[in-house]
């Protein structure tokens, strides 16, 4: 009785000692009960109690600390290992991304407990294809430290301890840079110090789909630097696709300026060329990746422009395009003003004596589109 009450280092052996010493002595039948929690492993500590109720013919004369009516109880306490279930999930905002698109990920980590976590890490691999826009993060109790490097093919988040039901989230927007063979694939992981029951749940992958892209480029360039009204000239046209994707229903339009005429035009193979005295339109149904062709139109000048001449060249898809800064191209020439300003001095006789009088005449001519005023006149002159 004294060893049972006074100390309960290993229960069933307490148990069946205190047990075996009562038939023994006594021969009579005892009743006892001894209570585990069920979230034993669950706690940084756990209490157990075992009491025992002897028959009511047994007087119990034991001076243990707990005893009511003939029950005699006693309890310790025992060391559990601490463990924390720690948990994580990503979730993507689009199911198929594009080179050049942006989009975001969002990783939401939390402890279940029981115990706190040490030394929390939460690591995200980007994956191929994919470098770092922006991120952000946040975390429901305690600090977590967050240092996202923009252009960064991954982000790392610590926190010293994430107590029992702290949770938290990191916000991740990437950049796709590449269109990877088959998919954008990206892991995230959670790890600590404090031991995990459930390791299963400690890292999340998010799969998605590479959508077409095609890089398309177009280019312009006039053979001549300045024009003059009537001449022709030519304007050579370069279209590219740099890929990865074929680009659909890719279409080349130049509206020509007012002061242009268009002459002929000629498009590569892959272009249906259709023009008319003021655009042309070239279009392709499926432009592959690593396209390069050329369009050649050549033109009149009908007139001159107030200042220099502007005629701008662009091209579309339904493929997106990761880059649209070199989708239009813009070729500007100069029209000089006097390059064919002509004058003329005609003498109104082929031959002249000292004290005669007769006349030049001067003609100075402007050729349709000048800039310079019409100026025509007789200038009589006397010798
Ligand atoms: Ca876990
Ligand atoms: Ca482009």
Redesign the pocket.
């Given at each position: 009785m004294t060893k049972f009450c006074g100390s309960v280092e290993g229960h069933v052996l307490s148990l069946s000692t205190f047990v075996a010493r009562l038939f023994l002595a006594l021969l009579v039948v005892l009743g006892f009960s001894m209570a585990i929690p069920s979230t034993a492993v669950a706690q940084t500590t756990v209490t157990n109690v075992v009491s025992i109720t002897p028959p009511a013919t047994i007087v119990n004369t034991n001076a243990c600390g707990s005893v009511t009516s003939g029950v005699c109880s006693a309890t310790d306490l025992d060391d559990v290992t601490p463990s924390?279930?720690?948990?994580v999930t990503k979730v993507a905002s689009v199911t198929t991304g594009t080179v050049g698109s942006t989009f975001t990920y969002v990783v939401t980590f939390g402890n279940?407990g029981p115990s706190t976590a040490n030394s929390v890490t939460i690591t995200d691999v980007l994956g191929a294809g994919m470098v770092l826009y922006t991120a952000s993060a946040q975390i429901s109790a305690g600090t977590i430290t967050f240092n996202p490097v923009v252009g960064a093919t991954g982000v790392t988040a610590t926190t010293a301890t994430l107590g029992n039901g702290v949770s938290g989230t990191l916000t991740i927007v990437v950049t796709v840079n590449s269109a990877p063979a088959g998919s954008l694939t990206n892991t995230v992981g959670?790890t600590s110090t404090t031991p995990?029951?459930?390791?299963?749940?400690?890292t999340a992958t998010s799969t998605i789909s590479v959508g077409a892209s095609a890089n398309l480029g177009i280019t312009k360039v006039a053979s001549v630097t300045s024009g003059t009204v009537g001449a022709t000239f030519n304007y050579v046209i370069t279209v590219g696709n740099a890929g990865p994707s074929a680009a659909a229903n890719a279409t080349v339009t130049d509206v020509l300026p007012t002061q242009l005429t268009l002459i002929s035009g000629v498009a590569s193979a892959g272009l249906t060329l259709q023009t008319s005295t003021t655009q042309i339109t070239a279009t392709a149904a499926s432009l592959a990746s690593g396209f390069a062709g050329t369009i050649t139109l050549t033109v009149q000048l009908n007139s001159a422009p107030a200042g220099s001449l502007t005629n701008t060249v662009g091209i579309t898809s339904t493929t997106p395009d990761p880059t649209p800064g070199n989708n239009t191209a813009t070729s500007t020439i100069s029209v000089g003003a006097s390059a064919d300003l002509g004058i003329t001095k005609v003498a109104s006789v082929t031959s002249g004596t000292v004290g005669a009088t007769f006349n030049y005449v001067i003609t100075t001519e402007q050729r349709p589109g000048r800039l310079l005023d019409q100026h025509r006149g007789h200038h009589q002159h006397h010798t």
């Open positions: 924390a279930n720690l948990g279940t959670i995990d029951p459930t390791p299963g749940n400690n």
